[in-house]
Structures are given as C-alpha cells and as structure tokens.
C-alpha cells in the first residue's frame, strides 16, 4: 500500500509518509530475519536503515517546507 502512495500520492507529504513507513517496514523485516536466524550480525543493519531513514525523512520534510534541503546563507 504505501508504494502506491508513493506513485499516486495526491502530494509530497504523503509521498514522505510512505516512504518512512516503507523504512521502517525494511527495519521490522530484517529484525524479524536477525531473531529466524538467532544472530546479532543485523542489528547493524538496522541501525544504518534507521539512521538513513530518519536522515531522509527530515531531508524531505525541510524541503517541503522551505524549498531547498541546505541553506547557505553567508553573512561577510
């Protein structure tokens, strides 16, 4: 459901929600493989998808609000 509202999605923002709920589905899915297996190798693994969904989401979001993701103001 949310890849179809990431292609239909009516606007950005629910285009950004989908795609943080994608992120931590992936998250959920390679907990779930780390406890089948009985290994702690994936706790890795989920702690870089967090981070670069977290990232990602925020990134989204500045650029909703303000058009652009870095600003570069430069006071001289």
Known sequence: MALVRIIKGPSLPDRVVSFDVIGVNLISIVAVI?????????LEV?????????ISTIAFSKYIERGVIIDRKRDY
């Not at 089948?36 to 190798?41: D, F, P, Q």
């Not at 989920?46 to 977290?54: E, G, P, R, V």
């Open 34 to 42: 780390g406890v089948i297996l009985n290994t702690a190798a994936y």
């Open 46 to 54: 989920i702690l870089i998808i967090a981070i670069l969904a977290f």
